[in-house]
């Protein structure tokens, strides 16, 4: 039998800057004339059709509740002309583009597994590390440089709000806070071997989790010490039981990130999300229950009283625990 290996990939497409083949560009031009609003609501009618999510499940702006429109942060399409339309078409276009080349990436290691054999006893896991980048640089930000054509190598640039609110369909906001369009994440597991075929899981998990399942799996042993130093233990639990199809143990799950943070037990999360300019400079506390609006339309905040403060106990116990800071530049919110 083959040695076992263990194998970490770590792609930067499809992160910004955006660069990408002119042969994978060419495939996805034009596919996108139609414009970020279109677009998401394509994919929330596809979803739907899919059984992804659920059609009770809004679509939500990307800035909804207490926060501002988001025509503060994206240009309506349709006022877009000339060659700043060209840019934001071309912004998507190579986007695509990347997602398709790290397809490819992927693909040429499932065909090395094929030929050696050892694609159905190899388990694969795929997950992106959050949720869509809103982070906006752009030709006009010369804190990067050169405005050459968006994907050339003489470019720099991201795709911004607007493709990023198309590509968190259908939750609000993204990367840096703690709402689902920052934290959810595709994940694919894969394990002819061991893994029946099955479309999706409501199983709840967190990337925590793949060092566990990783020592699980492997049959390995977690140390508690290296060169004389004490190992923190680990804090996830393997997702062996999720791929027999067996009860998940319950748990509850903690985000922070630069001052937004968030603590999920069960259907419940209570979310913080400190004062920015996508929120007006206002705190927001939110309480929603995610499998009833994974949307995160209706906080529940109110409602609830007993359960915000049973949240607030258990994050500030975890936040103790680990060592949360909270960013200098921010002042606390009593």
């Given at each position: 039998?083959p040695?076992?290996?263990?194998?970490?990939v770590?792609?930067?497409?499809p992160?910004?800057?955006l660069?990408?083949?002119?042969?994978?560009?060419?495939?996805f031009?034009?596919?996108?004339?139609?414009g970020?609003?279109?677009l998401?609501g394509?994919?929330?009618?596809?979803?739907?059709e899919?059984?992804?999510?659920?059609?009770?499940?809004?679509?939500?702006g990307?800035?909804?509740?207490?926060?501002?429109?988001?025509?503060?942060?994206?240009?309506?399409?349709?006022?877009?002309?000339?060659?700043?339309?060209?840019?934001w078409?071309?912004?998507?276009?190579?986007y695509?583009?990347?997602v398709?080349?790290m397809?490819?990436?992927?693909?040429?290691?499932?065909n090395?597994?094929?030929?050696s054999?050892?694609l159905e006893n190899?388990?694969?896991?795929?997950?992106?590390?959050?949720?869509?980048?809103?982070e906006a640089i752009?030709a006009?930000?010369?804190?990067?440089?050169?405005d050459?054509?968006?994907?050339?190598?003489?470019s720099?640039?991201?795709?911004?709000?607007?493709w990023?609110?198309?590509?968190?369909?259908?939750?609000?906001l993204?990367?840096?806070w703690t709402l689902e369009g920052?934290?959810?994440?595709?994940?694919?597991?894969?394990?002819?071997?061991?893994i029946k075929?099955?479309?999706?899981?409501?199983?709840?998990a967190h990337?925590i989790d793949?060092?566990?399942?990783?020592?699980d799996v492997?049959?390995?042993k977690?140390?508690t010490?290296?060169?004389?130093?004490?190992v923190?233990?680990?804090?996830?639990?393997?997702?062996?039981?999720i791929?027999?199809?067996?009860?998940n143990?319950k748990?509850?799950?903690?985000?922070?990130?630069?001052g937004?943070?968030?603590?999920?037990?069960g259907?419940?999360?209570?979310?913080s999300?400190?004062?920015?300019?996508e929120?007006?400079n206002q705190h927001?506390?939110?309480?929603?229950?995610?499998?009833?609006?994974?949307?995160?339309?209706?906080?529940?905040l109110?409602?609830?009283?007993?359960?915000?403060?049973e949240?607030?106990?258990?994050?500030?116990?975890?936040?103790?625990?680990?060592?949360v800071?909270?960013?200098l530049?921010?002042?606390?919110i009593?």
């Open positions: 039998a040695d076992p290996f263990f194998m970490y770590a792609f930067t497409a992160h910004w800057p660069h990408a083949l002119e042969s994978d560009i060419e495939k031009r034009g596919n996108y004339d139609g970020w609003d279109s998401r394509v994919r929330y009618q596809t979803m739907i899919k059984g992804i999510i659920k059609p009770e499940w809004e679509l939500s990307a800035f909804k509740m207490q926060l501002p429109e988001k025509e503060k942060f994206t240009p309506a399409y349709d006022t877009l002309n000339g060659s700043m339309l060209d840019r078409r071309a912004r998507m276009e190579v695509a583009a990347m398709h080349s397809d490819r990436g992927v693909g040429r290691i499932v090395e597994l094929k030929k054999g050892q190899t388990l694969i896991m795929f997950l992106s590390d959050n949720g869509a980048s809103h752009y006009a930000n010369l804190v990067y440089g050169n050459g054509e968006v994907g050339s190598p003489d720099f640039e991201s795709y911004g709000y607007p990023a609110n198309a590509s968190n369909t259908p939750f609000r993204f990367k840096h920052g934290i959810s994440t595709p994940f694919i597991a894969h394990w002819p071997a061991k075929p099955v479309k999706d899981t409501t199983h709840v990337i793949l060092m566990a399942t990783c020592v492997t049959g390995g977690y140390p010490e290296f060169n004389g130093q004490a923190l233990p680990m804090e996830g639990q393997s997702l062996q039981l791929f027999e199809r067996k009860e143990p748990r509850k799950l903690f985000w922070e990130h630069e937004n943070w968030a603590v999920r037990d259907d419940w999360k209570l979310v999300t400190y004062p920015c300019a929120t007006l927001l506390l939110e309480l929603f229950n995610i499998s009833e609006d994974r949307d995160e339309s209706d906080n529940r109110d409602k609830h009283p007993e359960m915000v403060a949240l607030t106990q258990a994050y500030q116990a975890w936040a103790n625990r680990v060592g800071r909270e960013p530049s921010l002042k606390r009593q």
